[in-house]
């Protein structure tokens, strides 16, 4: 639902958002309710993600995607281009607008799909809340029509300061480029006599920066964002990926994109908690948080451990309870990286898709197992 490490995050959220925070907090309650009774599924998803393509024009270093060892550098070129068409999607939003999902906008990089500024207006105009989560490369030019399409959230990738950023995400000035389209945004909020989008900065600790994490206290003050976030490295161990075959054998199913997080995160700890504490003491005009919420001792089996579980966190998992994953090629998933499919929307109406067989037999065998392997250092475990 919301745990207890969280509410302070959620009670930022919701003092900025009130309506949409008690929606999900509606929805939560009822997707808790039918996990702790044994359901499969009796209630529509809190939140769908629009996957709108695989292309990205980055290859940031620590991207399970297309960075250093990111799986969809594999992809063949047709695969690699697929996405949905727009009057697809709009059906999609017509038949799903009655239930009233948050729909969350991702690739790759949104801003790359020709209509995205258009969908983020007919998901609009059906009065659903929407986020997009970018790279920040595209805002500049595209920051006037983002602001009029009335996008809720802006959520953009900021990983340092100047050649920090530009070093991780292998492009020289994208850190002055989204500053510069950062500030383009807030241009047109005052323009617009808007208070919309709401801006996130989203910030990957990894080894390139966790030595300089304070150094984005500043970047959020001169771009007034209204929150800074930063999120605690994904990465897995080969061996967890082997345990997972098991269960990828039972579903009939692949877990392969998780092989792009198969690294050695190469944090200390130690050092990096003492950053932590010491950016928390701080006073800010915008919300601060770090995801997930650890203790010292649980950030130390976090990063170290590679039999970790989680201690501070429920260990089981309630987001194909609470959220839908839509894919280029039309495929409906519980997760961002497994290949396991609930339906097509090509095929099946969504409705029959998120209460199908196929839902309901993955969910029970989570269920019964509590997580899979590969599921403790995913981000959405740390969620609900």
């Known amino acids: 639902m919301i745990p207890k490490r969280n509410l302070k995050r959620f009670l930022g959220k919701a003092i900025k958002q009130p309506g949409y925070a008690l929606k999900v907090l509606k929805k939560r309650v009822e997707a808790s309710l039918n996990y702790k009774l044994g359901v499969p599924a009796k ?32 992809f063949s070129v047709e695969t690699a281009k697929e996405h949905l068409q ?65 996008l809720d959230e802006l959520n953009v990738s900021l990983d340092g300061a100047l050649s920090l950023h530009d070093e991780i995400r292998g492009m020289p000035g994208l850190f002055d480029k989204i500053m510069r389209g950062l500030k383009q945004v807030e241009h047109y909020k005052e323009k617009e006599k808007k208070n919309k989008p709401l801006v996130n900065l989203q910030c990957t600790i990894s080894k390139y920066n966790y030595l300089h994490l ?28 082997q345990k997972q075959k098991v269960f990828d054998e039972l579903l009939s199913s692949k877990s392969c994109e ?14 990096l908690f003492e950053k932590i504490e010491k950016i928390r003491a701080g006073r800010y005009r915008f919300n601060l948080d770090f995801y997930p919420n650890f203790s010292r001792s649980a950030l130390k089996e976090y990063y170290n451990n590679p039999n970790y579980l989680p ?23 519980p997760c961002l990286n497994f290949s396991y499919s609930f339906g097509n929307i090509h095929k099946r109406s969504f409705r029959e898709i998120w209460f199908s067989d196929e839902a309901i037999k993955f969910r029970r065998t989570l269920k019964q197992n509590g997580l899979f392997p590969v599921c403790v250092r995913c981000t959405e475990l740390y969620r609900y």
């Open 258 to 271: 998780w092989e792009g997080f198969v690294f050695n995160p190469e944090i200390d700890s130690d050092i």
């Open 214 to 241: 304070e150094e984005l206290l500043g970047v959020a003050e001169e771009a007034k964002v209204d929150s800074l976030t930063f999120h605690n490295l994904i990465f897995l161990g080969n061996e967890l990926i």
């Open 43 to 74: 209630v529509f998803p809190e939140s769908i993600t629009l996957f709108l393509t695989h292309q990205c024009n980055l290859r940031c270093r620590m991207c399970g995607q297309w960075g250093d060892k990111g799986v969809t550098r594999k």
């Open 311 to 333: 201690s501070e966190y429920s260990a089981h998992c309630l987001s194909p309870w609470i959220v839908a994953y839509v894919f280029p090629d039309g495929e409906v998933r």
């Open 86 to 150: 727009p009057e697809e999607l709009r059906r999609f939003i017509d038949e799903i607008a009655d239930f009233r999902p948050s729909i969350t906008l991702f690739g790759g990089e949104p801003l790359i799909y020709p209509d995205c500024t258009e969908l983020i207006r007919y998901i609009k105009q059906k009065k659903l809340h929407c986020l997009m989560i970018t790279n920040g490369s595209l805002l500049e030019a595209r920051a006037e029509e983002i602001v009029k399409s009335g």
